[in-house]
């Protein structure tokens, strides 16, 4: 089906299925089979795959439930202002020896969307699916010296139908791509349309011997029941959409577990601590509602999705005499591994408009660097893609424009109308080591509306995921000047101080000594306790987690329903 055009009446099934929730609701004495805390990617996942399975279900999301209605264009509200991140504050540090302090930037440290649907809703959409290297790296190239790099106890073969579930589920658009990893069922939406910087992207990737591809985005090309197809507002990255185009478990998930007449959504209510009994199994998950009145919620089991930063919070304020260094953290190994990935770019204009303001972020994609290569004298792998980030006047003019642009008065009126249109940048994802020392802490120090100690984010890129960047950063440019650019410029790699990918902080492991949840998702310590989301990963990926993070979810939630089934819960 076309894109819906101006004029045109919209998709009323798709407005009626996001603006009415389906209104099951549970009383918080009544001991429901299953608590969910966080929405996102993976908690809208297993909410569907419990409550489809037949158990009650309550999901506790700290977020608002936003509808069409409440979706907001305004460019300064939500890219400049980051309404969606919620006021939660957080503090940085580089190293544990350092102090640790709110940032001053636009961003917190761990950068997530605070709503029903979590990042999903707001993310790019770029859908990458791990391959087989990612999970047994360790072994194939040994211990890289300053990490702690492992092998998943999983590999890509026995993921693959979750990620096939993914991409026929949940909805994902794309062609299949050279050094793809096998897939067992073909895309089941066509690539969307190229923009202008897919073209170039593409015409100077060939040109100087790379093999550009399709980019997979988590973005309906064609409308499915209940959601349009994209009509590529150019609202995208950060903003959520109201045509129900953008895959997040928002639009895919969540109508369907509530479907089941079994999941309850209970937007605004923010976990704060998981009650155990004195044989150390969950019984209850203790939260505030936005007005900050305390309940608890009664459950056989609880599910922790509340992403890499706010799920290794949640156990260290669940600690008791029981778990004195946090719940499920006889490790020691809950909070550490962070991993961000390495991000660059490459800037240039040209001479022609290319009208970037359109459309989705990202058409066209390269990962021909997706191996670690010994030859480059370091580790790490990624890949690429052409895109405008800075696709708004504001940002462009606060970040988009080159280092030497005029600053103030008429030149500066000049230059941004002029070259606004003109402008794109190839963007570079690659891998971050996991380090013992990249931690997610408790700051004792700064407190949040409830009273609660906020996020600490401690974090050092190791020195070859500043090198990966620097690789790929001077990849982009040849591509750039091959397809035309009249100049680029960029920035050396720097470290790191913010995240949008939170990723590793509770990792899986077959050794309880060294990971927090089993292959399944299960924690070691806890039977009744079970966390996915970005937490749960053992390496980084090259750049884009969360068709992994929603395959581990499909996966966790086929055990978990089984286990419950069978009583072994
Ligand atoms: C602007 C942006 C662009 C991105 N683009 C991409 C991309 O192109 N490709 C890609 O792969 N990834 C991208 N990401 C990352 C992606 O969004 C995340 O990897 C993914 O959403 C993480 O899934 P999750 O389930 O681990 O956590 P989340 O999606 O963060 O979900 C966690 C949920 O838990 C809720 N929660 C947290 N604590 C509590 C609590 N105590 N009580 C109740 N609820 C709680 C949160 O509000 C949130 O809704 C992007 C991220 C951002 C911010
Ligand atoms: S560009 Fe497409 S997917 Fe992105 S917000 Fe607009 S309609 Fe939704």
Known sequence: ???????????????????VPFGRTY???DEVDFVVVGSGAAGGVIARELSKAGFSVVVLEQGPYRKAADVSHDELEIAIQNALAGDDPQTFRTTAADEAAPLQGPFPPAFYAHTVGGSSAHFTANYWRFRPVDFDERSRLGAIPGASLADWPITYEELEPYYTR??????????????DPPRSRPYPHPPLPVKSSGVLFERGARAV?????????????EARPGRNACVHCGFCMGF???MNAKSSTLASMIPEAEATGKCEIRPECTAHRVDTDASGRVTQVVYFDKDGNEHAQKAKAVVLSANGAETPR??????????????ANGSGVVGKHLMFNGNGSVQALFEEPLNEFKSVQVTRVCTDWYESDPKRGFYGGGGMDGRQIFNSPILFALAGMPPDAPFRGPELRRFLSHNFTRSMMVATHSTSLPLETNTITLDEEVKDRFGRPVVRVTYKDHPDDLKMVDFLQTRAKEILEAAGAKRTWSFPAQEQNVGFHLLGTCRMGDDPSSSVVDRYHRTH???????????????SGRGQPTMTISALAFRAGEHIAEAAKKGDI
């Open 1 to 19: 089906m076309s894109p819906r055009m101006p004029g045109a009446p919209l998709n009323r099934r798709a407005l009626i299925a996001s603006a």
């Open 27 to 29: 009383q918080t004495r």
């Open 166 to 179: 993914v991409d026929w589920e949940v909805g994902v658009s794309g062609a299949p791509g050279p050094n």
């Open 209 to 221: 011997g790379y093999q550009p591809y399709p980019a997979p985005m988590a973005i309906i090309s």
């Open 240 to 242: 959520m959409c109201e």
């Open 314 to 327: 949640l156990l260290f304020l669940s600690e008791s005499s029981l778990f004195p260094q946090g719940l």
């Open 525 to 539: 310590e806890v039977p009744n306790l079970f966390i996915c989301d970005g937490s749960s990963f053992v390496t």
